[in-house]
T-cell receptor, first 117, second 116 residues
């Protein structure tokens, strides 16, 4: 069984603050992929990143950075100098390889980020 | 990136009627499509997985006679909510996976269903 936990239900910050969204996962599979998605009020999921279980290098993309630590089964997401446009619900997700061949994503419960001007 | 469309984007129907939602992969062949449901302020929950040309696999607790899924071609899957009730009101999102993509899934924009 797979599980993704996003303990932070809602976070509110003021513009230009840094914010870290936590994600902890559980899986018995040794090979898996982790994802982060952004869901703005429109509802459409926006893909942010995919990381496979063999690549523990941290990644930075503009104001976004991700910290993958296998030892603690965590895949945290940091937004530097947050902006109002970052306000959205962020989902962490996991898919294992193989997983009976279906390869659906298991989503965390999401973290609602509100960035105040 | 690959594009997945959903139609309609919003639909309001009366209780007891059926509603069909289409999910299309526009620029790639989707061997597998997934249907998720998202209730307000909740996460996405997988409803079913459909592989082209075969019967869908439903998750536990999802009524297959109520949520009919058809994946008749490599670019189209449909979800029909039969005899809809207000508790079926939700945001339905499909995703598609192609042959070549390594575990990449492309999500549609979602369909908001309201049953009155």
């Amino acid at each position: 069984a797979q599980k993704v936990t996003q303990a932070q239900t809602e976070i509110s910050v003021v513009e230009k603050e840094d914010v870290t969204l936590d994600c902890v996962y559980e899986t018995r599979d040794t090979t898996y992929y982790l994802f982060w998605y952004k869901q703005p009020p429109s509802g459409e999921l926006v893909f942010l990143i995919r990381r496979n279980s063999f690549d523990e290098q941290n990644e930075i993309s503009g104001r976004y950075s991700w910290n993958f630590q296998k030892s603690t089964s965590s895949f945290n997401f940091t937004i530097t100098a947050s902006q109002v446009v970052d306000s959205a619900v962020y989902f962490c997700a996991l898919t294992a390889v193989p997983d009976t061949g279906r390869r659906a994503l298991t989503f965390g419960s999401g973290t609602r980020l509100q960035v105040q001007p | 990136g690959a594009v997945v469309s959903q139609h309609p984007s919003r639909v309001i129907c009366k209780s007891g009627t059926s509603v069909k939602i289409e999910c299309r992969s526009l620029d790639f062949q989707a061997t597998t499509m997934f249907w998720y449901r998202q209730f307000p302020k909740q996460s996405l929950m997988l409803m079913a997985t459909s592989n082209e040309g075969s019967k869908a696999t439903y998750e536990q607790g999802v009524e297959k006679d109520k949520f009919l899924i058809n994946h008749a071609s490599l670019t189209l899957s449909t979800l029909t909510v039969t005899s809809a009730h207000p508790e079926d009101s939700s945001f339905y999102i499909c995703s598609a996976r192609g042959r070549a993509a390594s575990y990449e899934q492309y999500f549609g924009p979602g369909t908001r269903l309201t049953v009155t």
